[in-house]
T-cell receptor
């Protein structure tokens, strides 16, 4: 099955700095890579995603890059703000042999943006 | 907006009790999922359901069962709760995927139920 590794587990940055979270996946059949943000007391919420036929995607201050050859993808947050403080999860989705898709999550990164 | 609600935010139960966690979604999604979230382990899939009356085991189904009698409702059942089932439980839903239409595997999560088993 798929295995998704995520690093670092905790990340502390100063407000205004950039933050980068990295993930690697094992199954080359994975073709969709979403990133979720989980704020305290809430469920994870999708913030950005990328498909396997795209190398980079940007949405305002966040961007995601994908290197299919190396099987890794990264989340980049620029000009970080206190409200960016949360737990971030990467995930990889692949089709199952019997039909349907399965999403496998990384272990999460606790991002803290300090004033 | 998709709304996924879970019956309780916090729950405390005793070892051996039968526990029901309820999840309801209001977007007519076919697929529903139960995960547990533990520090350092991320989200792990317990069970999922592609449609009413259907259920599939995820990665860690032991000690759990599920029920999907109505499309909007997916219940997680702990037949005999144990202390190692103390965790955050997250429910998610997703519309049926049509790969040829380019659908993405985007799941919508509820706020979670923090279960403590004493």
């Amino acid at each position: 099955g798929e295995n998704v590794e995520q690093h670092p587990s905790t990340l502390s940055v100063q407000e205004g700095d950039s933050a980068v979270i990295k993930c690697t996946y094992s199954d080359s059949a994975s073709n969709y890579f979403p990133w979720y943000k989980q704020e305290l007391g809430k469920g994870p919420q999708l913030i950005i995603d990328i498909r396997s036929n795209v190398g980079e995607k940007k949405d305002q201050r966040i961007a995601v890059t994908l290197n299919k050859t190396a099987k890794h993808f990264s989340l980049h947050i620029t000009e970080t703000q206190p409200e960016d403080s949360a737990v971030y999860f990467c995930a990889a989705s692949r089709k199952l042999t019997g039909g349907g898709n399965k999403l496998t999550f990384g272990t999460g990164t606790q991002l803290k943006v300090e004033l | 907006d998709v709304k996924v609600t879970q019956s309780s935010r916090y729950l405390v139960k005793r070892t051996g009790e039968k526990v029901f966690l309820e999840c309801v979604q209001d977007m007519d999604h076919e697929n529903m999922f139960w995960y547990r979230q533990d520090p350092g382990l991320g989200l792990r899939l317990i069970y999922f359901s592609y449609d009413v009356k259907m259920k599939e085991k995820g990665d860690i189904p032991e000690g759990y069962s599920v029920s999907r009698e109505k499309k909007e409702r997916f219940s997680l059942i702990l037949e005999s709760a144990s202390t190692n089932q103390t965790s955050m439980y997250l429910c998610a839903s997703r519309p049926i995927l049509l790969p040829l239409a380019g659908d993405a595997d985007t799941q919508y999560f509820g706020p979670g139920t923090r279960l403590t088993v004493l």
